[in-house]
């Protein structure tokens, strides 16, 4: 457990303590004692809002009920300097600042593993993300979604969950059929040959390059196949190339997956019959107009839903139920899809069926990652000058690097709308976030370097009851937080949390080093303040690490 969590669980345990005290509630009573850190200074450091909690239990107005839970509050004792009350009734906790000289040792004997928890206490975590079609290039906006669901993943793990990353692999379907018929084209041009391009086909520079290499390969070969026989050929080589060239620019952009998931296998394993069956079998399903529906609106969709066309074919939402559903069968205590913005009316009609199929739909989450707006000196960027389409990952990459891409990506709540400057991305100044943090750690290895320079032994003893000016108490309870800022990333699935850490820990180190001498005459401060940024400097390389971000030593 983190220092920060021990001090927030004994107030918690004081707060239910007082209310208890003055009868406001019995103890079954007492609701969720929820605490938060107050973004002004002067608000205190924990701040609750349980005196509006209780003013329906306790029958009087919120402001008169903190007042009685203040009363009742020894402040003798414990780890409280001082409560005060705030506005219609918030009740705000400055502590005493004893807990915080435990914070560096802590920080220091962890190292590389503080920040890391049991809050997920090893729940099965699944997340599907980029999961784009495999018949072109990953842009944008897949790129966000690439950066979140990573980034998500490894809030995760440091949070003590079991995570899995999948991609699902739309391998199925009309749009294989015209990957297939548009590959076959290309291969008949680079052959000089008649060719035909299919109206819906996949016209992209990479289909070219493909039909290039079959030429290359197999010369006219593989016209003597049967047409079927050729075209499924041309389906197969054309899907593990765009595979291929997916897998290679996510693995550019620090991005991994657990499982590669065929939604192909989902036809040949019977699977898609299978749901279709389980839906049936409970009641969920209907046949009007020669179509098979999903009673979707028994679950709060505007509207059923089409599972089996006129035709016999299935809508997408089809495959998508049982994929669903084998993941459940896999074990996972919940699964989290991180889907495009145009997915948004999506989601309702998939929680329907995942709570059709007999699942509990808290067990089910989707982050909707939106748009990114790519401006360069205040113009917006639409097209890439490069290839004269939209701007691809790995062209991003190439002009600011993976770094600035990852971080900035992460900056904003997925969401909300992105911005992205690329002269502020490319900028080696304070200006830029992500050079800004990774300056801070850069700084502090030039301290630490100059230090032993001089002499200092950088594990010697030091006392933390030196580190008490308001620099080093802003940066010692930033350093007690990040845990539970990770944990509370994790619960809420808001890894910007994570990124907003690591910039304010920056600001408070360059604060700090404005204000205060690290090396200075008085050596035993030295000694102090030398732990002091050599715990910032371990908490700021774990923060980008979330991030999959470097920490350099010199910049």
């Not at 008169?64 to 009742?72: L, R, S």
């Not at 692999?169 to 018929?181: C, E, H, K, T, V």
């Not at 920056?506 to 102090?528: C, G, I, P, R, W």
Request: glycine share 6%; net charge negative.
């Amino acid at each position: 457990m983190s220092i920060l969590n021990e001090v927030e669980l004994n107030l918690e345990k004081t707060i239910k303590e007082a209310v208890i005290k003055s009868s406001l509630a019995g103890e079954e009573e007492v609701p969720e004692i929820t605490l938060e850190s107050p973004k002004i200074k002067s608000h205190g450091d924990f701040a609750t809002n349980i005196a509006m909690k209780l003013a329906k239990i306790a029958k009087m107005p919120p402001r008169k009920i903190a007042e009685t839970i203040v009363q009742h509050i020894n402040q003798e004792t414990g780890s409280i300097e001082k409560v005060e009350i705030a506005g219609p009734g918030f009740i705000n906790f400055f502590m005493k600042d004893t807990f915080l000289e435990n914070v560096v040792e802590a920080v220091l004997t962890s190292g590389s593993n503080y920040g890391k928890s049991n809050s997920g206490a090893g729940e099965r975590i699944q997340v599907e993300f980029v999961s784009v079609n495999p018949t072109g290039d990953l842009h944008l906006g897949h790129a966000r979604g690439a950066a979140f669901g990573d980034i998500l993943c490894n809030v995760y793990e440091t949070a003590g969950y079991e995570v899995e990353r999948e991609y699902y692999i739309n391998d199925a379907g009309n749009q294989m059929n015209q990957l297939a018929l548009s590959v076959e084209a290309r291969y008949l041009e680079a052959l000089n040959k008649p060719s035909n391009m299919p109206e819906d086909g996949y016209k992209g520079e990479d289909i070219i390059e493909v039909g290039k290499e079959l030429a290359e390969k197999y010369s006219a070969e593989l016209l003597e196949k049967p047409d079927a026989e050729r075209l499924k050929f041309f389906r197969e080589y054309g899907l593990e190339y765009e595979i291929e060239k997916i897998k290679t620019d996510l693995e550019a952009f620090g991005v991994h997956f657990d499982h590669w998931f065929s939604e192909q296998s989902l036809y040949d394993s019977g699977k898609i019959t299978t749901s279709l069956n389980k839906l049936k079998e409970a009641g969920y399903t209907y046949e009007s107009d020669g179509a098979t529906w999903l009673r979707s609106t028994d679950f709060g969709d505007d509207k059923d839903r089409v599972l089996i066309k006129q035709d016999g074919t299935y809508t997408y939402l089809t495959p998508d139920i049982a994929y669903h559903q084998n993941k459940f069968e896999r074990g996972f205590d919940k699964v989290i899809n991180v889907w495009g913005a145009d997915h948004h009316g999506y989601v309702s009609r998939m929680s329907a069926a995942i709570q059709a199929l007999g699942y509990p739909v808290e067990k089910f989450s989707v982050n909707i990652i939106q748009m990114v707006n790519l401006f360069e000196e205040g113009e917006r960027i639409r097209m890439s000058k490069r290839t004269g389409k939209a701007v691809a990952l790995r062209e991003l990459m190439d002009e600011v690097g993976v770094d600035a891409v990852r971080y900035f990506f992460s900056m904003r709540s997925n969401d909300s709308q992105l911005d992205f400057d690329l002269a502020l991305a490319r900028s080696e100044s304070n200006e830029n976030p992500v050079f800004y943090v990774q300056y801070a750690h850069a700084r502090i290895a030039t301290i630490l370097a100059n230090a032993k320079a001089a002499g200092y032994e950088l594990e010697a003893s030091y006392d933390p009851k030196l580190l008490v000016s308001e620099k080093e108490l802003d940066l010692l309870k930033q350093l007690a937080a990040f845990p539970v800022v990770v944990a509370d990333a994790a619960k809420l699935e808001t890894p910007h949390r994570v990124t907003q850490y690591v910039y304010d820990l920056a600001a408070m180190l360059h604060s700090f080093y404005n204000a205060e001498k690290v090396l200075s005459d008085d050596k035993a401060l030295t000694q102090s303040r030398l732990a002091l940024v050599q715990a910032v400097k371990i908490t700021l390389a774990n923060g980008l690490k979330i991030l999959g971000v470097s920490a350099p030593e010199q910049m």
